[in-house]
Every structure is written in structure tokens, then in C-alpha cells.
């Protein structure tokens, strides 16, 4: 079991431009999450899915779109990137017991 | 959701029992209190979950009072990969609606352990 994995690992953008954070589950967990983490704050959260087919919205979802492509996939996207959006994005999941599981993470900078 | 309040850093050496207290005066009926350890660059990790009294496994224990306004990790013999992280979080885990679980990571304790 890979656990879960995001892709990239790294990124740079410049600001206007935009992007998708990729994450994968193997655990077939039904809810998944994405956070932020920027330097010296705990993580926030951003969008999170209880179930394929539904999204919801997280302390700080603006500025991000997310898509539950299926039951493994919850992909973030940036449409427009902003310097504010500069941290560190972590995808988790979790099953029954809601024990969540993170990925590795994505550090992106916006210049 | 109850907000946690927990001490910012805390030191300690290799080979003490450390002690974290969380406050969570808020704390609703349904919900449980669980911890998380954070390595630099990396996803936080579960460590331990309870609803009251007290909780072992393997790595932590978390002891609870009986008004459940606060809880405690212990980590017993420290070393130094211990350095890490700690957060205290309180959510419902009892619904199976996702929509309850949004947990609130707060800023967390940082732990140094020196040799």
C-alpha cells in the first residue's frame, strides 16, 4: 500500500497562473481532505469530501476548486494563483474510524 | 467545534516522560479527542484517540478526566526522534456524516528533546 500520494512534490508558479494538485488514496477510505500549512501555523482546512460525489467547503476555500474524480482521486485546484496561496498543501484520508492519513505534501511558492 | 488551547513548546531530555495537556472547555457530548505528531516536512500521523478516562497503545497514553475539559498525552522515555510537533484536536468521530468531521488543527506544541 502506497497510502496517500500527491503530486508534484514542488512547484513554482508565477501569479495569474494556474494549477491542479493531484492526490490518490489506496486505502479505500470515503473521506478526503485538503489542508494548507503555511510557516510556523498548524494546518487549515480547505475543501473536504465525505464521499464520491460530494465536496464541501473547509475553513478557507477561497481562491480553490476541488473535484472528487472518483472514490481514490481528490484533486485541488488554483485558478488564478495568488502569493497568498504560498504553503504547503497536504491531502489526507480516512475510513470509518476517521483516523485521517497524510501524504507527503506539496510545497508551492507563487511569485 | 471546541477550540483546544495547548502550550506552544515545551522542552524535555532523552530519556524523561513528557507531558502534554490540552484544554478543551467546549467539548461537546459526541466528541472525541485525538492526537497528531508532525515531523518537519512532513503530513501529520495519528498517535492516539480517546473519549474518557485513560488510553495506552504502543507509542503514547492520554489520560481524560471525568469532565473531559482537558486531556494529557504522556509520552513515556523520550528520545530524540521524538523532536516533533504535537496537536490536539476535538471533533465528532461517532457520525458517519464526513460533513462532522472537520477537525481544527490549531498551532500545536512544539516539543524539543535534547540528549
Known amino acids: 500500500n502506497a497510502g496517500v500520494t500527491q503530486t508534484p512534490k514542488f512547484q513554482v508558479l508565477k501569479t495569474g497562473q494556474s494549477m491542479t494538485l493531484q492526490c490518490a488514496q489506496d486505502?479505500?477510505?470515503?473521506?478526503m481532505y485538503w489542508y494548507r500549512q503555511d510557516p510556523g501555523m498548524g494546518l487549515r482546512l480547505i475543501y473536504y469530501?465525505?464521499?464520491?460525489?460530494?465536496?464541501d467547503k473547509g475553513e478557507v476555500p477561497n481562491g480553490y476548486n476541488v473535484s472528487r474524480l472518483n472514490k481514490r482521486e481528490f484533486s485541488l485546484r488554483l485558478e488564478s494563483a495568488a502569493p497568498s496561496q504560498t504553503s504547503v498543501y497536504f491531502c489526507?484520508?480516512?475510513?470509518?474510524?476517521?483516523?485521517?492519513?497524510f501524504g507527503p505534501g506539496t510545497r508551492l511558492t507563487v511569485l | 467545534l471546541a477550540k483546544t488551547t495547548q502550550p506552544i513548546s515545551m522542552d524535555s531530555y532523552e530519556g524523561q516522560e513528557v507531558n502534554i495537556t490540552c484544554s478543551h472547555n467546549?467539548?461537546?457530548?459526541?466528541?472525541?479527542i485525538t492526537w497528531y505528531q508532525q515531523f518537519p516536512s512532513q503530513g501529520p500521523r495519528f498517535i492516539i484517540q480517546?473519549?474518557?478516562t485513560k488510553v495506552t497503545n504502543e507509542v503514547a497514553s492520554l489520560f481524560i478526566p471525568a469532565d473531559r475539559k482537558s486531556s494529557t498525552l504522556s509520552l513515556p522515555r523520550v528520545s530524540l526522534s521524538d523532536t516533533a510537533v504535537y496537536y490536539c484536536l476535538v471533533g465528532d468521530m461517532g457520525s458517519r456524516s464526513g460533513a462532522t468531521n472537520k477537525l481544527i488543527f490549531g498551532t500545536g506544541t512544539l516539543l524539543a528533546v535534547q540528549p
Open positions: 480517546g473519549y474518557k
Open positions: 469530501s465525505a464521499s464520491e460525489g460530494t465536496t
Open positions: 489526507a484520508s480516512s475510513g470509518d474510524d476517521w483516523t485521517q492519513y
Open positions: 467546549n467539548i461537546a457530548t459526541n466528541d472525541y
Open positions: 486505502m479505500n477510505h470515503n473521506s
